[in-house]
């Protein structure tokens, strides 16, 4: 699968093959075209091996050497021959080749060479003519050829008479069908050509080339030596059954080094220009393989298509103050500050709730002695900004399994006991954990589970009747109700058991309807273990109180903690559905009418509830407090596209709590900003939230020199078989080991798969390893997940995850959360956040398009230990092939650090088509916060109230000079007469469409098509 080269088809097709071919004519007709296909500079396919590289300080006493071995077999199934190739050049210009294949040596002297050389080697009507191609299409003529054809040499590079066992062999195809022709008779004979090219680039310094390139197998007769021209360069060789075949088309173990004397390589792993650092290889180019330094000697470089390396990934720096030290400190400072500031706060209450999160978090995190220093600074400025109600935004940055989710979370729970402790709280979403992806939701709401388990227990304990209360809002948050005659299927959750440690929580439901509507029956959810032994097997107070696992319950009573994503918050503020909005808002401080049998939320003085009928009025209204905290986690994500109409969703969301709870235009809330791969975090924070940029405080953690765990890197690239096909059989190696055909096959293959299992024991133990795979596409998660599966015969368990399994990802998730899989193959839904603490092997299947995407990938892998990574490249996608040459930007932080920061990635608020969809979706919230907005909405436009049509009032409302000041605070852009142009068209467009639309929502949704989804701006 790897360390071989395939035959040139561009020379194979003009030297060799018995027909042209179609795409040999017309690259014919075009030099350009053919130069392109052989330029070993561009070329990414699989039949050239070399490198090119810079030397400064060369005179005439230096020298380079360069070396190239293979091998390539001459009888069925395991005999082959090694050829060795050097090179040895100096600063003279002289050049000496020696090239030995199994003992037979020939060797090439030239002087004052100052033109390219090309040594061909092997037939001449073979190699000679490539030769003399590649001399012509690029070089121009000028080359110097050597031609090595001699009757001995061809002999040592052509198939032998007889097995090692004096078998007779075959070989296939054949000219003829029905033909078979023998070893006796015939033979395959290896042709290729070695390129080099010795060039001044400036005074004291040379470009030196060399490139071994396989030209294809020739099929001759074995006495005569006369070529047998077919239509395939590709040959099989046999002994008994033909279906047993093995390839003598490839050159194999292909590897090779470059060594230099008394001259200096110009070459680096980064540079600067105009002040800015650039990481990545220059000076040196490998072609068709890594280029990696040798410790011993130093001025040596080791060529292959794979490497093996390993990365230390260094600890963060921790407080010299353990846990408790580090809260009390926290609270002085608080208090020393808040009296300069002028912030009245209640000693005696904040005191109690740091003791409250101090207690909760050593029993939800015992293993932790210590808070990082990033978190302990953290802690103490955002709660003092909390504290003292100042709106800004934080940035949080921590390489992946860093810590940022603790780093926001303790302020805003310590902020949430006081205020409960001290009186203060009114009741309703304090604040929104913005994720950009549902599995990220799911995964960090273990977390937050099992922290506020502890702090209600904590509260329970201490005789407050208050609790801390968190809910999960997004596109598969359950209802409380189901059609007539069906029952709620019982969930489970993504929340360890805080008790036994073993089960996981499920959303069950009761036994019976609560009430039966005359469409919906109504059932009431529990949340319980489903470990049977549990005590909290049985539906348990607190965990009821303090969980909101349903829609109704999380309108009827919006939680402290509120998890949500950027196209559910979108979805609410849009009124895109008809039986939650726009009664939903509550989230945000809306008042509404609550059924108290199904909890569904009434953005009017409804007398009977529609989904259950149960009478309401005035006595079920209820109004609440609004969000001051957002969270933006694993922010970068939200780029290009997605990025800037999420911003534009952010300030939309501020104006909404500015406009229902009445603030004023200069209140906004908290932001936290958090990811590990930000490229330039200050800047990204003030494209996402809009603030300036004094108003964004930057809070990152620094890495010790002490190394805690490491990655263990392995390069791959496979030019024979394909891609999917050698990471089908990695997972093969991981969980069977060598098929037992192979095995039996040979004592060398048998040693080897020994070797292999021991080596897995040493790894593993008895457990299986538990591997996460990353593929770019749906199509190459199923396409892997079928190689995979075949090959281990159901032998591991191993299942995909993309959005080919819509509601099934969950299951996945949880699945191999606990370990029912082996293995998981997934698209980047899981790149972000998501913590499998199991995961000890990866894989990265052709590479993303940004280095962020793989450094959030490879943080999946190994985030409590050791792990071992497979980088797999596709040789034909120059993505894979820019970051096979730069393989170190993968494995080595500091050089991935800096290829972050450069990446040019940004939020564009003043997009001109983003300005426009959010412009039109701002007209659309505008109505859905209005007072009345459920009859605006869902009536018809011919109903009066107060006295006047619907029509009428959003007439009044769709051409009023407010709808433009809204859209003005609601977007912040620069370019905002566009902005309020837009508008203005939309809310006539909404007002023509009612023309001939009953209510407003089906005139909205002829429109809304293309403004549902935040993700594209097609």
Not at 250 to 279: K, Q, Y
Not at 857 to 863: A, E, L, V
Request: with cysteine; glycine share 6%.
């Amino acid at each position: 699968h790897i360390s071989t080269l395939s035959p040139d088809n561009a020379l194979a097709e003009r030297v060799y093959l018995r027909k042209p071919t179609i795409s040999q004519l017309d690259q014919d007709l075009d030099p350009e075209v053919l130069a392109d296909l052989l330029d070993p500079y561009r070329i990414r396919g699989h039949g050239v091996f070399g490198i090119v590289g810079t030397f400064r300080e060369w005179k005439d006493e230096s020298e380079l050497l360069f070396g190239a071995s293979f091998y390539y077999r001459v009888a069925p199934p395991l005999d082959f021959r090694r050829c060795l190739i050097n090179i040895r050049c100096d600063g003279e210009g002289n050049l000496h080749a020696e090239i030995n294949m199994g003992g037979l040596v020939r060797s090439v002297t030239v002087s004052n060479l100052t033109a390219p050389l090309l040594i061909a080697v092997g037939i001449k009507e073979i190699a000679g003519r490539a030769a003399e191609i590649l001399n012509q299409s690029l070089y121009g003529g000028t080359a110097h050829i050597e031609y090595l054809d001699d009757p001995d040499l061809l002999d040592s590079l052509s198939t032998n008479e007889y097995t090692s066992d004096g078998r007779i062999f075959y070989i296939y195809p054949t000219p003829r069908r029905r033909q078979q022709i023998s070893s006796t008779n015939y033979r395959i004979t290896q042709n290729f050509v070695i390129e080099t090219l010795i060039e001044k680039v400036e005074e004291n310094s040379i470009r030196a080339t060399f490139v071994l390139r396989y030209v294809c197998p020739v099929l001759t007769e074995r006495n005569t030596g006369r070529i047998i021209r077919t239509n395939s360069p590709y040959f099989f060789v046999y002994a008994d059954r033909r279906y047993e075949r093995w390839s003598v088309h490839h050159l194999m173990e292909v590897d090779g080094f470059l060594r230099w004397n008394r001259c200096r390589p110009t070459w680096a792993w980064s540079r600067s220009i105009d002040d800015r650092e650039i990481a990545g290889l220059h000076g040196l180019m490998p072609i068709g393989c890594i280029a990696t330094e040798e410790e011993h000697p130093l001025n040596r470089l080791l060529l292959r298509d794979w490497n093996i390396d390993i990365e230390e990934i260094p600890e963060i720096e921790r407080s010299p103050r353990d846990i408790e030290e580090s809260f009390t400190e926290t609270v002085n400072f608080i208090l020393s500050r808040a009296e300069s500031v002028g912030v009245l706060v209640d000693e005696e209450s904040l005191r109690e709730a740091v003791s409250v999160v101090c207690a909760a978090f050593k029993r939800a995190f015992p293993e932790v002695r210590s808070l990082y220093l990033f978190q302990e600074k953290s802690l103490r400025e955002s709660l003092l900004s909390l504290l003292s109600e100042k709106s800004k935004a934080i940035v949080l940055q921590a390489r992946t399994a860093g810590g940022k989710t603790l780093a926001f979370l303790l302020p805003i729970l310590i902020w949430i006991a006081y205020l409960k402790i001290s009186g203060k709280e009114e009741p309703g979403v304090k604040a929104i954990l913005m994720y950009p992806t549902t599995a990220l939701q799911n995964d960090q709401s273990r977390i937050i589970f099992t922290f506020l388990w502890h702090m209600n227990a904590e509260l329970s304990s201490r005789g407050y009747g208050t609790i801390i209360s968190m809910g999960i809002l997004q596109r598969y948050t359950p209802r409380r109700y189901v059609q007539i005659g069906h029952m709620p299927q019982q969930r489970e959750l993504r929340l360890k058991c805080p008790v036994c440690q073993v089960g996981r929580m499920v959303l069950d439901w009761s036994s019976e309807p609560l009430r039966e509507g005359d469409e919906y029956w109504v059932f009431r959810e529990q949340i319980i273990c489903a470990n049977g032994h549990c005590k909290l097997s049985s539906p348990d107070p607190l965990i009821q109180r303090m969980c909101r696992m349903t829609r109704e319950a999380i309108y009827e009573s919006p939680p402290d903690l509120l998890i949500a994503n950027p196209d559910i918050i979108n979805a609410r503020l849009n009124a895109l559905s008809k039986i939650d909005d726009p009664g939903s808002l509550t989230i945000l401080g809306k008042e509404a009418r609550i059924c108290p049998t199904c909890g569904m939320p009434h953005a009017y003085p409804a007398r009977k509830c529609k989904i259950c009928g149960e009478r309401l009025s005035s006595q079920n209204d209820k109004r609440f407090s609004y969000p001051k905290v957002i969270v933006i986690d694993e922010a970068h994500q939200m780029r290009g596209a997605f990025g800037a109409q999420a911003s534009h969703l952010l300030t939309r969301l501020e104006e909404s709590i500015r406009f229902i709870n009445n603030l004023s235009s200069r209140w906004r809330p908290l932001y936290f900003v958090s990811s590990a791969t930000l490229n330039d975090p200050i800047m990204r924070a003030v494209e996402l939230t809009a603030f300036e940029r004094e108003k964004v405080q930057l809070i990152s953690a620094q890495p010790t020199g002490r190394v805690t765990t490491y990655r263990v890197h392995v390069f791959l690239m496979p030019k024979v078989y394909s891609p999917e096909a050698t990471a089908a059989r990695i997972f093969e190696c991981l969980y069977v080991g060598v098929p037992s055909t192979m095995v039996q096959a040979s004592d060398v293959v048998q040693s080897i798969n020994e070797r292999l299992q021991r080596a897995k024991q040493r790894a593993f133990g008895t457990a299986s390893p538990a591997t996460l795979a990353f593929a770019n596409t749906i199509a190459e998660v199923n396409v892997l997940l079928g190689f995979t599966r075949r090959l281990t015969s159901g032998q591991a368990r191993i299942d995909g995850h993309s959005t080919d399994y819509a509601e099934d990802r969950r299951e996945k998730e949880d699945g191999f959360s606990r370990g029912d899989y082996d293995a998981l193959i997934a698209t980047s839904g899981l790149e972000v956040g998501v913590d499998f603490d199991r995961v000890n092997v990866g894989m990265i299947y052709r590479m993303p398009f940004y280095i962020t995407d793989y450094t959030q990938r490879i943080g999946r892998i190994g985030r409590r230990q050791h792990c071992l990574i497979f980088n797999i490249f596709v040789p034909d996608s120059p993505v894979d092939y820019f970051y096979f040459r730069n393989w170190k930007l993968l494995c080595d932080g500091n050089l991935r650090d800096t290829s972050m920061r450069n990446e040019a990635y940004r939020v564009d608020r003043n997009n001109i088509e983003t300005i426009r969809r959010s412009a039109r979706r701002a007209v659309i919230d505008f109505i859905t916060i209005q007072p009345e907005a459920e009859y605006l909405l869902h009536e018809s436009v011919h109903r009066r109230i107060r006295n006047r049509t619907i029509f009428d009032a959003l007439q009044s409302l769709l051409t009023s000079q407010q709808l433009l000041h809204y859209v003005r605070n609601a977007l912040r852009v620069e370019r905002i007469a566009e902005a309020t142009g837009e508008a203005q068209r939309f809310a006539q467009v909404l007002l023509q469409s009612l023309q001939v639309h009953r209510t407003l929502m089906d005139a909205i949704k002829v429109h809304i098509v293309g403004l549902k989804s935040l993700r594209t701006a097609e």
